[in-house]
């Protein structure tokens, strides 16, 4: 029996202004019909705040019918290890991961003129509490650049308190053809670190306004597969992807974004058909405990990965 009846995936964007097209927010939703046969539909979404609205109606629907959705992300939903606790929050009352997602979900505000240009200031702001210079937040243009934000990648040495990558980047830097980027990247080729840093607020916000939501690994993962039962009680699972898991193969008409939120969508239920998408959930049991519970805790996981 499949986990999930509906899956939703997000292809984000950091853009300063509305925009459609490639490069900007694709959603694609690969839901049942009448006949309860799943029918993919994308949408191009030209802001933020437009697609999160979109996301809210939709998993609404698809809920108050029962359905059990699975909700996923292109950015990080997590930063390595100790970010939270070298931004001094308070990580006693809560863990790491969701002490970070209501840090930023206070500091960024996204508006309807879609202008993200506050993210370089609010990660200067985040570089000074944690090292007092450029580190370890970088990128930015020219007229956002500052003494506690610079345009080039500081040093990660080992007496640094924070990696450059996450354990899952780390892992899928070791897998020949896969090239993930680090979350302290903001602008440039390959600024992910935009999408986490706008992206994570949006999904603070969603796992309070949507019924039953959690987010995975941290609320429902250690280090093991998951389970019918796992999810009880769960109407709506969020889960990072990283969809160059799977090739781009754009039909006709279709932008590699499109293409890349159908494609990723219809692998997980086709692995869901075959009752393997449980066992992707899994951070891996053979890593240490200590690993595990960093990954639960704060840095999260790709699925699939």
Known sequence: MALFDAYIMVDWSAAAKPALGPNSIWIGALTKDARLKLQFKSENIDTRLKARAYLEDIIGKLT?????????????????????????????????????????????????????????????????????????????PPTDRATTLAATKPDYTVDKPLAEFRLAEQHLRSIPGASPKSCWQLYGAGSVGSQSLTGIPHVHAL???????????????????????????????????????????????????????????????????????????????????????????????????
Do not use: C
């Open 64 to 140: 108050k019918r029962g359905d059990k959705v699975l909700l996923g992300f292109d950015f990080s939903l997590g930063y390595p290890a100790g970010t939270a606790k070298a931004l001094g929050l308070d990580i006693v009352k809560q863990a790491p991961w969701a002490a970070m997602h209501a840090h930023l979900a206070t500091r960024y505000k996204d508006k309807p003129d879609n202008n993200s240009r506050p993210r370089f200031a609010i990660a200067a702001g985040l570089n000074y509490t944690i090292s007092k210079g450029p580190y370890p937040f970088w990128g930015a």
């Open 207 to 305: 796992r309070q306004s949507l019924h039953n939501t959690r987010i995975w690994p941290f609320e429902l993962g250690e280090g093991g597969p998951l389970t019918a039962e796992m999810l009880e009680g769960v109407d709506v699972l969020i889960a990072e992807i990283y969809p160059s898991l799977v090739k781009p193969q754009p039909e006709k008409g279709e932008v590699p974004d499109e293409a890349q939120v159908r494609q990723i969508a219809r692998h997980y239920a086709d692995l869901d058909e075959k009752n393997r998408l449980g066992a992707a959930f899994s951070t891996g049991k053979s890593r240490p405990e200590v690993e595990i519970a960093q990954i639960t805790g704060e840095e999260g996981w790709i699925l699939g990965v």
